[in-house]
């Protein structure tokens, strides 16, 4: 477990059941966006399965929106599982304004999506 | 002298008399100093001619008297006043003909009242008339011809009656340009006059200001003025006054009386008493026939509340909150037709409502024969009601001014209004992604004040942190520089619009190149402009009207 205390944007990752689950907490605009990213493709870099917990997120725009779909894409071509979980209404709202709510697979939680596989 | 031509025959009197008058004519032709032109052209004259004395007389005083402009010979007259009618030279002027008098002993019009004077002996005269079209200008006199017998032949009367209409041109030139001249003057000092009584009008306030004022002058300068100023409690004094008669001397009782209202109340807060005090000045030393009107007053934002005095002036206009208009009557007279008068005083309350005080050259403005009247200003502030004052005055005069209305008066009106103002903001930050949120949160706030639901401030607050997203990234492109945002009510296109700009100083970019990409494409960045397309009502790039940077404009309605 780690902990970032620096950046606009907080995030904890667990590992659980053989998957990083990366918990950001507050707004992923512009500024908050470069660390998010990173933090996403070290993950996938590590060749892990990765799911997002985006229920602390208050705030998401279309940059942090970009973070999350490089993260999926990169996944993808690792052939790793790469999902969001348990997503505030903010970050719901958004994604589907970005018409991609149903391309990323979003679970309500871990168990839930190890469930639906 | 030279002969004209050089193989000319040794010249004759007659050849030397024309050269004389070619270049005296063209001497006046040139002239800018009419005096000195005539000063030296009257001694050529009086050299060629071979006269003793020379002289011109011009009409002054409502041509009552002929008055010596100059002369030449042995005698000075310039200066010298005779009736218009007197002697030869009067004659000349009264029946427009060159008079030629041989013997000036045996003229029956000849007065030697000159002689007399002077000691002079005149012997035989020779007078033509200065004349352009039909209008008078004087005569020039030829005295005593140095010849044997000393008489004047009648080629010397051919010569001057030439000479005389060409310095009666030149003379009358002068005096149109002249009269130019003094019409610029006059025009600039107009100038002046004007930039000195809009100095007295007071600068135009805030928009949150809750007291604003127009004038519009017919002339150059006005009879018309209003003030306000704020006392140290946050009171404001207040006044609007129509001064009788227009032009200079109204100007000049205008400049007074604003001057003493301006001073006197400052410290005197009773509108009553304050006017009480102006009147018994204005009174003391006024010109007959002048006056004043005004209404003063003090309005208190704090409780709003105003107290007014009205001397002689038109009612005001009150209008309430639920639209309905009340006139406020007043019994007093005008200030500085007589002394120790009381000036009642009315107390209203403003709340939402707005207080019109307004000169008769608002009411009186006429369209088409027909007066505008009251329930055409009732109308006119109706037609602009939704405005904010400092813009509803603007349109309300500008549709004063338009369709042909004649303005025969002076249109000043003062509103007084302390309505909630509706929510804006006007928020500068570094072009720098830390700082968006603080756009964010500022906007937010704003949005929900003016009435958006929460969703909607959602939306709004991500329509604006991509418009600046991309202000930091593709305008600025990482450099310095700053984000304007401006958020504002506007009910003038639609109503209750929010209207949101951004605008940066950075180099213009191509408007055709911010574009969202296709949504199907599922790759990092071009969401942005897809975003603010999807949630505002409108998206409009422009160049500001100074030329640099780039301004958004999004609009959305207030919960649609």
Redesign the interface.
């Given at each position: 477990m780690s902990k970032n205390s620096e950046s606009?944007v907080k995030f904890e990752i667990d590992d659980e059941q053989g998957y990083l689950i990366v918990r950001f907490s507050g707004?992923i605009?512009?500024?908050g966006t470069p660390h998010a990213r990173e933090v996403i493709l070290n993950c996938i870099n590590a060749e892990r399965n990765t799911v997002i917990d985006l229920s602390a997120v208050t705030?998401i725009?279309?940059?942090g929106?970009?973070?999350l779909?490089?993260g999926?894409?990169q996944a993808k071509n690792q052939q790793l599982e790469f999902g969001l979980i348990n997503i505030s209404d903010?970050v719901q709202?958004?994604l589907e304004?970005?018409?991609?709510d149903k391309?990323f697979s979003i679970h309500a939680s871990l168990d839930e999506r190890i469930q639906a596989s | 002298m030279k002969p004209i031509h050089k193989n000319a025959p040794p010249s004759t009197a007659l050849d030397q008399q024309l050269a004389l008058l070619a270049r005296i004519t063209q001497e006046f032709a040139t002239s800018l100093d009419i005096e000195e032109t005539l000063g030296i052209a009257i001694k050529q004259i009086m050299v060629n001619m071979h006269a003793e004395a020379a002289s011109i007389f011009l009409l002054e005083n409502n041509d009552t008297e002929l008055v010596c402009r100059t002369c030449a010979g042995p005698i000075q007259l310039t200066g010298l006043r005779l009736a218009a009618d007197h002697g030869i030279i009067g004659n000349t002027v009264k029946h427009n003909a060159v008079q030629m008098v041989l013997d000036v002993s045996t003229a029956p019009d000849f007065t030697a009242q000159v002689d007399a004077q002077t000691g002079f002996t005149t012997r035989s005269i020779l007078c033509a008339p200065l004349t352009v079209k039909d209008k008078k200008l004087g005569a020039i006199e030829l005295i005593n011809k140095k010849t044997d017998n000393g008489l004047f032949i009648e080629d010397d009367q051919h010569i001057l009656t030439a000479l005389a209409s060409s310095a009666a041109l030149a003379i009358h030139n002068a005096e149109m340009a002249t009269a130019l001249i003094e019409q610029e003057r006059i025009q600039h000092e107009l100038a002046l006059a004007r930039e000195i009584q809009a100095n007295l009008l007071p600068s135009v306030p805030t928009n949150h200001f809750p007291v604003h004022g127009y004038n519009l002058p017919m002339r150059e300068v006005s009879g018309d003025f209003y003030d306000y100023f704020t006392l140290p409690d946050g009171r404001i004094v207040f006044n609007l006054a129509d001064v009788s008669g227009k032009g200079m001397n109204a100007s000049l009782l205008m400049a007074k009386t604003s001057s003493l209202f301006h001073c006197l109340g400052k410290t005197q807060t009773s509108p009553g008493q304050l006017l009480h005090m102006i009147n018994n000045e204005v009174h003391e030393n006024s010109t007959r026939g002048m006056f004043v009107t005004m209404v003063g007053g003090i309005f208190d934002p704090s409780n709003n509340e105003v107290r007014l005095a009205n001397a002689g002036h038109q009612p005001p206009m009150l209008q309430f909150a639920d639209g309905h208009f009340e006139e406020i009557l007043g019994q007093s007279p005008p200030l500085g037709i007589m002394p120790d008068i009381q000036f009642p005083e009315t107390n209203l309350q403003l709340a939402d409502g707005t207080l019109y005080i307004y000169t008769d050259g608002v009411t009186e403005s006429q369209q088409n024969g027909k007066m505008l009247g009251e329930a055409g200003f009732q109308a006119m502030i109706n037609a602009h009601r939704d405005k904010p004052v400092a813009a509803r005055i603007t349109a309300m005069f500008e549709s004063l001014q338009r369709e042909g209305r004649e303005l025969h008066d002076d249109v000043t009106v003062l509103v007084i209004e302390n309505k909630p103002q509706t929510p804006s903001l006007t928020l500068s930050v570094p072009a720098k992604a830390n700082y968006i949120k603080d756009l964010r949160d500022s906007a937010r706030d704003v949005v929900l004040a003016a009435g958006s639901s929460k969703e909607q401030a959602d939306s709004i607050v991500l329509a604006i942190s991509e418009a600046a997203s991309n202000v930091i990234q593709h305008a600025y492109k990482g450099d310095d520089g700053d984000i304007e945002l401006n958020i504002h009510v506007d009910s003038s296109i639609a109503p209750d619009q929010l209207v949101i700009s951004l605008r940066d100083y950075a180099d213009t970019i191509d408007i055709n190149e911010v574009r969202s990409r296709a949504l199907d494409d599922v790759r990092p960045g071009g969401l942005g402009v897809h975003f603010m397309k999807q949630l505002m009502d409108n998206l409009v790039y422009t160049v500001p009207e100074d030329g640099r940077g780039n301004r958004l404009e999004m609009r959305i309605t207030i919960n649609e």
């Open positions: 606009p707004e605009d512009l500024y705030y725009d279309s940059s929106v970009a973070s779909v490089e999926y894409q903010a709202n958004v304004l970005a018409h991609l391309v | -």
